[in-house]
């Protein structure tokens, strides 16, 4: 089969790859009909998250094409989308409803530490060895375990542009809203106008929010969250201090009830955050999750979505415990939301597909990376069909 395969950093390429195979008796064997790429894609694209060549992608659906001998609620032909975590739906922390926690799925990098290159989570789809090293779906075929608890049968009646974010990047919006309590009313804050910032402002105002405003250094972006997602915008240009009071001032200068973190530790970064960087051994930045910290009203709560995958010196924890700050973060129980998303697109209560800028065919996969990762041609989101 082709499928899109990591090299290295700034390396992807159309490759041709033996078929994947049932191993275990709850397996499924999927064909792709369509896949996107991920903002947490270009963390291994850009070689901060480093792996072995596999296929990358967590963001598929597709036809059911084989099964395995314990597949009970799944049979050939049917049409689902799966959640990006691998999660088996029968240990302690799939039974608690954080699925990404799971205790079965990634069992050679699997603890309880959490630390940076050891005892990791549950595993991910495509998503470097440490999180199980299970080929991805930016492929025409992709093996998907635990079938019996992960796949979801979709209408046949809505297209998969309507669906196919069902699979992350909406219940990791969701998750994001969800983790701050918005029962309505309320100021939620986003950083980040990529395709989980603008799926968090849309669960926002399915949750009730009074005010949704978005933040982000660029202005198409901005205006594509505003086109889709109807949230006032502010652009971050001098620095965190402006945007923080901005926030502020639409707040009765308390800040936001809600800010979520929609961007990780690899934000746009000047010369002065790059030295701080070397000079700490770390990667990336957290003046994001810093920025969220200050934006935040007192006893608010900060959600992090994006990714931060070491440790970072200076956290501010003087400001999280003198503001008595909630701070949660994680993967995004995807099996979780993923039902009762399902039934807001069904009833026409939101709309996903409006964030796609460009439609590539899988073969362009090098070119997709890199328009994707460089924020050219007005890139926002990309959908990628792996038969072309």
């Known amino acids: 089969m082709k499928a899109a395969v990591i090299h290295g950093p700034g390396s992807i390429k159309y490759d041709t790859v033996e078929d994947p195979k049932i191993i275990a008796q709850d397996d499924i064997i999927l064909k792709v009909t369509s896949t996107a790429i991920c903002g947490s894609d270009l963390h ?15 963001e598929f659906m597709g036809i059911v094409e084989e099964t395995g001998s314990a597949v009970t609620h799944l049979k050939r032909g049917d049409r689902v989308v799966v959640p990006f975590p691998i999660a088996c739906g029968n240990c302690f922390f799939c039974n608690h409803d954080v699925p990404g926690n799971c205790e079965h799925s990634n069992p050679e990098h699997y603890g309880p530490e959490g630390g940076i290159l050891t005892e990791k989570g549950g ?70 106008s990529g395709p989980v910032g603008i799926m968090a402002a849309k669960s926002a105002w399915l949750r009730g929010a009074a005010q949704v405003i978005v933040v982000d250094t660029l202005q198409f972006r901005l205006d594509k969250a505003k086109a889709t997602a109807g949230c006032t915008t502010i652009q971050w240009q001098d ?15 308390r800040g936001a009830d809600v800010c979520i973190d929609a961007v990780g530790f690899e934000p746009d970064r000047n010369l002065a955050d790059r030295i701080k960087a070397t000079i700490n051994f770390e990667k990336g930045s957290t003046k994001v999750l810093e920025a969220c910290m200050s934006a935040v009203r007192r006893s608010g709560i900060v959600s992090v979505l994006g990714v931060y995958p070491v440790n970072y010196d200076n956290f501010p924890i ?13 993967q995004a129980p995807a099996h979780k939301h993923i039902d009762k998303l399902l039934e807001y697109v069904v009833q026409g209560k939101v709309k996903l597909d409006d964030i796609i800028t460009h439609r590539l065919p899988l073969s362009e996969i090098s070119h997709a990376y890199d328009i994707f990762k460089k924020r050219e041609d007005g890139c926002v989101k990309v959908v990628l069909d792996p038969w072309k």
């Open 44 to 58: 291994i694209y850009s070689g901060a998250m480093p792996t072995a060549p596999m296929v990358l992608g967590h």
């Open 123 to 192: 595993a991910l789809f495509g998503y470097t060895d440490l999180y199980g090293g299970y080929d991805g779906g930016q492929a025409q075929y992709v093996r998907v375990p635990y079938a019996n608890y992960g796949p979801r049968v979709v209408p046949e009646d809505l297209s998969d542009e309507q669906l196919l974010f069902l699979t992350d990047i909406f219940p990791t919006g969701y998750t994001g809203v969800d983790w701050g309590e918005v029962k309505g009313g309320e100021t939620v804050a986003i950083f980040g």
């Open 239 to 253: 620095g965190p201090k402006d945007v923080v009071e901005q926030i502020r001032s639409l707040t009765n200068g």
């Open 318 to 330: 003087g400001q999280f415990f003198d503001k008595g700050i909630i701070l949660k973060g994680g």
